[in-house]
């Protein structure tokens, strides 16, 4: 093992057409397992707005994959990385990560100024890295987990740039969406959801989200159905029950892939699964006020596997 001092690096208004400050605080280990981790601060709307960048290898190499995790209201800095299980499972693809922090401890879920406000801070974001030479522009990911998921599915919803795929955990599209959401082009999908969500309903209703405000969404069919039109599907969907691993977790999951389509559109159904990630947590199968945790797959795998053949 050897030592490494803090790398600081300042991109200038000429490189990143705006201030953004971005410290790496390497860690003393082997260079196969060596992590960078930092904040990125960048102004947005007249405002400073920060993200974590979490990266695998160095900034001075060619454009990468970036992973962009919009989470929920709970879990913050190390702790929200480690419970989502991302970083191992990207080591070795080089991909960026990037957790965008908002504002006001969670993702504004319905329309007006402030949905307007995040909007517009994930799209800077991109133009900064891409500007940057730091992403790929073609291989731009989007994860969102419960609210989270709400506001990924607003931004692929608004027809603004293009996401390589999209990633949707424990989130469903806000109603006032599901009528004027037209995604432009095809855009390769994945949810995760429990049918048994007491958060946030799987088949539609009033969701009564952690910061207090009750959102009227569309159902999880809906919103996968809203983009498998988008992506020309057709022909119904086909459905693959996954191996009981823990068959003490009272749920089962499944593979509900739509037929036909130009790009992948699927729905990972977690039959009596609750408002939590599957195989995340160490309290699989064991009943809380969020439900029941599948312990038969890995979300953060779900999403990686789903991610590597569209680039990631």
């Known amino acids: 093992m050897h030592s490494r001092k803090f790398a600081f690096l300042m991109l200038t208004a000429g490189s990143l057409a705006g201030a953004c400050w971005l410290s790496l605080a390497i860690t003393g280990m082997p260079s196969a397992a060596l992590a960078a981790a930092g904040r990125v601060t960048i102004m947005s709307g007249g405002i400073p707005r920060t993200a974590i960048l979490v990266e695998h290898r160095r900034l001075k190499q060619a454009r990468r994959p970036v992973v962009i995790i919009l989470r929920g209201g709970r879990p913050k800095g190390a702790r929200l990385r480690r419970s989502y299980g991302f970083e191992e499972l990207t080591r070795s693809s080089g991909a960026v990560l990037v957790y965008p922090l908002p504002l006001s401890g969670h993702w504004e879920d319905a329309p007006g100024p402030e949905a307007n406000r995040d909007s517009a801070f994930i799209h800077d974001l991109i133009a900064k890295f891409a500007a940057g030479e730091i992403a790929d522009p073609k291989k731009i990911f989007l994860v969102g987990i419960t609210t989270g998921g709400m506001m990924a599915l607003r931004l692929a919803c608004e027809q603004k740039g293009g996401f390589a795929g999209l990633a949707v955990l424990g989130a469903s599209l806000p109603s006032d969406l599901a009528d004027s959401c037209k995604p432009s082009r095809p855009l390769p999908l994945m949810i995760i959801a429990g049918t048994a969500d007491p958060v946030v309903p799987f088949h539609g ?108």
């Open 205 to 312: 209703g009033q969701a009564n989200l952690p910061h207090g405000k009750v959102v009227e969404l569309a159902s999880v069919e809906t919103t996968l159905g809203i983009f498998g039109k988008a992506a020309g599907c057709s022909g119904g969907m086909t459905t693959t029950l996954f191996p009981d691993k823990d068959t003490k977790d009272g749920t089962r999951a499944y593979l509900d892939k739509l037929n036909n389509c130009a790009v992948p559109v699927e729905l990972v159904r977690i039959e009596g699964g609750g408002h939590v990630l599957p195989g995340l947590s160490s309290e699989a199968g064991q009943g809380s006020e969020q439900g029941l945790t599948n312990g038969d797959v890995n979300s953060a795998k779900l999403v990686w596997d789903f991610f590597r053949p569209l680039g990631g």
